[in-house]
């Protein structure tokens, strides 16, 4: 019981037994006790009040709360005493201190009871008064100087305190100096005029609480309304401070889990082997003086869960690394927000695993088991509000990725841009291979002046048929490759259903799958033509197989020609080789031009790629908008302003890191910065605009060797981002214009004021913050957010566990080799004692202060 902390535990506060008058119990007189629990556990009532009419037994309540301890149920003794005032009397349940008005064997009620009822006959009867007004029962009780509190019975019924109370009773009731302090609870109050009067008449509203008034063991636990107690142990102050902090302490019911949260983490080896430590699915807070280890608990909960550090990242790491030792292991049980229990469990230096109840490993990253969690190590709370930019990451919790098609678009750009700067190159080609034919054409003239071209015209014909030839084939390999390339990957269209089948929808995958059985057919006969390709190919290699072997077969007759050719001056062997030359030359240039007229394309390639580009990073940064916009509706302290790659002065700084050695001044670096978006825009006016635009600001000896610079890192460049620029208002006023402690104020008052995370961690806060931020702000939103995100603390500041009523205390203790961890809850007087020793420097340091600020006030 309570091992993650306070519970909410069904308590009911008006409770009737066999000793009172008016219930009714026909069972065996020696099984009543034990029905009598079986009924508070069937209603699922954890804390009882016995309130009988007028009357204590002390021998019942002791044999009831024996029996129900068995069945962790913890009963008070009470009575439901019959004040005088009013026609009929007001009943009022009182509730004492069992430690207090029982011990040593005293019987301190009924000392109370005789005396309330000594001039009186039957008191049993419920509508026996007492001699006692409210003002003698204030001032009766007090004189013990034990423990008590009271609430009134049915207040709205008779014998109830608003039914009984009329004109200014009520008032002058309430003026008693005991009253406020003693009066803490309404049961079964269904008015709301009756509240106000309370309110109106006594200046505060008590907890309105439930009690089934039973007469019978199957009355116990019936009514059309419950209370729930938030507690953190069975014990009278325990539920005497829930009825006093009702408002965060009582319920109609047992709020529902509707965030993840962390339930324990386990260790195997290191410094905290084989301990178990517990969370609260609310505000969990580590104590301990410095060096103890708190930091060491919330750096390794970072390290399972793979959140990154943001400051002193070697120092977190050395610390993770000393913590788990050789071997060491931890291992967390998370719950979602459905209710389903995860187990993330990581080996220091191994990868993350994280299996379901039934042991799957789910090879999934555990953070996308929570909405949202935000992680602070000391001094990241300063840190983070200085940037902006990661602040904004950190306050949307990774919930905007990054755009899906952005890497194909900058692929697609690279490729472009290399296909442009090899057609850059065609022009001089161009240029080489027209000089080439022209001095072939020239030299090849020679042997037409001197005839000799006409005796060998057979033997060139058949070298550029040969030559000719084997440029086709050369176009038909690169088609067939093409093909097959494509083919290869896509040869298969049915296995895009594999594995997947419809609840709901059979027919209709029916007829896909016959659609895709069509498609696979003609995927066949597309198998099919490139086979047939294949093979006329080969046909066409033994075409020019055969050409070959018939221009072998002349080589007789072409050398008998080169005899009778008498000129000593010409090179006849070179003629024949010449003319095959030209013929290459002419499908070489063929093949440029055909290359240059692609340029339009290319270019209009790469436009596109830049547009769809800056689709893919508008569309995040619409995403962006939408976030900011939804966080500036939901609070006012903080502003968000988000401008579209509006970080002008991260660009310049980026293009004068690259563009180094250029000689480019600062002011034509804004210059640039000003006329171009970011990279691809300028990369854009460079590879298509002949860098016009850039031409327009830098002088050509810089423009050469920016030009050299970006044809030698255009890849990267491109791969870069201007940034959005992210301006954060914080009461109107720049963030990074405040105090490093105002803007650590305004940061975790924010986080703590959004729903949109499950988990908040921070070490050591008060680093950051100071103690009039943290208890007129950072409690209030803590307490108000806690049942919906779970808090983990490190801290030296005692206004966090106690002010934010801590449901889950954990001590930690450096001793040795081993740090120990003593799990408590702000219930626990073993935890007060704690918290006053390590936190406020011991009990005597504290009354101290207590009697100075006193005095002071």
């Not at 005789?114 to 049993?124: G, K, L, M, S």
């Not at 009514?223 to 009825?243: N, P, R, W």
């Not at 050789?326 to 695993?353: C, M, P, Q, W």
Request: glycine share 6%; hydrophobic share 35%; net charge negative.
């Amino acid at each position: 019981m309570f091992e993650n902390g306070l519970q909410y535990v069904r308590s009911d506060f008006h409770l009737h037994t066999n000793k009172d008058k008016e219930f009714t119990y026909t069972g065996e007189q020696n099984s009543f006790v034990n029905d009598y629990v079986s009924a508070l556990k069937e209603a699922n009532i954890s804390v009882g009040v016995i309130t009988n009419h007028n009357k204590f037994d002390i021998d019942e309540y002791k044999a009831i709360r024996k029996a129900a301890k068995k069945q962790d149920i913890f009963i008070l003794p009470g009575v439901e005493l019959t004040i005088k005032e009013g026609a009929n009397g007001i009943h009022t349940l009182i509730a004492f201190n069992p430690d207090e008005w029982l011990e040593g064997g005293n019987n301190h009620i009924q000392t109370f009871l005789t005396a309330a009822f000594a001039t009186v006959r039957n008191p049993e009867n419920r509508n026996t008064k007492s001699v006692y007004d409210l003002k003698n029962v204030f001032e009766k009780l007090d004189a013990y100087g034990r423990d008590y509190f009271i609430i009134f019975a049915h207040v709205d019924q008779n014998s109830g305190l608003f039914s009984e109370c009329k004109g200014g009773l009520l008032e002058s009731l309430a003026g008693f100096a005991s009253f406020r302090k003693r009066v803490l609870g309404l049961q079964k109050s269904r008015t709301r005029d009756n509240l106000a009067k309370f309110e109106r008449c006594c200046g505060y509203l008590p907890a309105l609480v439930e009690g089934s008034d039973p007469k019978t063991i199957t009355d116990i636990g019936k009514g059309d309304k419950c209370t729930y107690l938030k507690v953190g142990e069975y014990s009278y102050s325990a539920i005497k401070f829930a009825l006093q902090d009702y408002r965060d302490r009582v319920s109609e019911n047992i709020p529902d889990n509707k965030h993840g949260f962390i339930e324990s983490i386990s260790f195997q080896g290191g410094k905290f082997d084989g301990q178990t430590i517990m969370f609260s699915r609310e505000l969990n807070t580590l104590i301990g003086i410095r060096g103890s280890g708190k930091s060491s608990v919330l750096e390794v909960v970072r390290y399972v869960l793979d959140l990154p550090a943001q400051m002193d990242k070697e120092y977190k790491e050395s610390l993770v690394k000393n913590v788990f030792g050789s071997g060491g292991k931890a291992t967390l049980s998370v719950i979602d927000k459905h209710g389903k229990r995860y187990f993330v469990s990581r080996i220091f230096g191994e990868r993350i695993n994280v299996l379901d109840e039934n042991g799957n490993d789910l090879n999934i990253n555990p953070i996308s088991l929570f909405d949202g969690v935000q992680y602070f190590g000391q001094k990241d709370l300063s840190s983070s509000a200085d940037h902006e930019n990661g602040l904004l990451e950190k306050l949307i919790s990774g919930r905007i990725g990054k755009p899906s098609n952005l890497d194909s678009c900058v692929n697609e750009l690279v490729r472009t841009v290399e296909q442009l700067l090899d057609v850059s190159k065609i022009p001089q080609q161009m240029t080489e291979v027209t000089t080439l034919q022209t001095e072939l054409e020239h030299k090849l003239s020679i042997f037409e002046e001197k005839g000799v071209a006409e005796k060998l015209k057979k033997q060139s014909g058949y070298a550029t048929d040969t030559t000719k030839l084997d440029a086709v084939k050369n176009r038909i390999d690169a088609i067939l490759r093409d093909i097959r390339n494509a083919f290869s990957k896509n040869a298969v269209a049915s296995n895009a259903l594999d594995g997947y089948c419809s609840d709901f929808n059979k027919d209709i995958l029916d007829d896909v799958f016959v659609v895709l059985s069509l498609i696979d057919a003609q995927l066949t006969q597309i198998g099919s033509c490139i086979a047939e390709i294949e093979k006329q190919y080969s046909c066409m290699k033994d075409i020019i197989s055969h050409l070959k072997e018939r221009t072998n077969s002349l080589a007789d007759e072409f050398a008998e020609i080169k005899r009778e050719i008498k000129d000593e001056t010409l090179d006849v062997d070179s003629f024949v080789r010449m003319t095959a030359e030209l013929q290459k030359t002419k499908e070489k240039l063929k093949q440029l031009s055909e290359e240059a007229s692609s340029k339009s394309k290319i270019e209009a390639s790469f436009t596109k790629a830049i547009r769809e580009r800056n689709d893919a990073l508008l569309t995040t940064y619409n995403d962006y908008k939408a976030e900011t916009d939804r966080i500036n509706q939901n609070q006012t302290e903080l502003r968000i302003e988000i401008t579209f790659k509006g970080d002008r002065e991260g660009f310049k700084s980026q293009l004068k890191n690259d563009f180094k050695g250029t000689g480019i001044s600062d002011a034509k670096y804004q210059a640039i910065s000003d006329a171009f978006t970011d990279y691809a825009a300028i990369i854009e006016d460079w590879i298509i605009c002949d860098g016009n635009k850039l031409k327009s600001i830098v002088t050509s000896g810089e423009y050469v060797k920016l030009e050299d610079k970006l044809r030698s890192q255009y890849e990267e460049l491109l791969s870069r981002q201007v940034e959005n620029k992210v301006d954060i208002y914080y009461h109107s006023k720049l963030l990074r214009q405040h105090s490093i402690g105002q803007r650590a104020s305004a940061l975790i008052l924010f986080i703590l004021t959004q729903d949109d995370n499950d988990i908040i961690f921070i070490d050591q806060p008060e680093d950051d913050l100071d103690n009039k931020v943290i208890y007129d702000e950072v409690i209030t939103a803590i307490t108000q957010k806690k049942p919906y995100m779970q808090f983990i603390f490190a801290t030296h500041n005692a206004n966090i566990p106690v002010l934010g009523d801590s449901e889950r205390v954990l001590v930690v203790e450096f001793q040795g080799t081993k740090i120990d961890v003593a799990q408590g809850n702000i219930d626990l007087d073993s935890t007060h004692k704690q918290i006053v020793d390590i936190m406020e420097g011991g009990k005597e340091a504290f009354n101290k202060r207590q009697l100075i600020y006193t005095s002071w006030s």
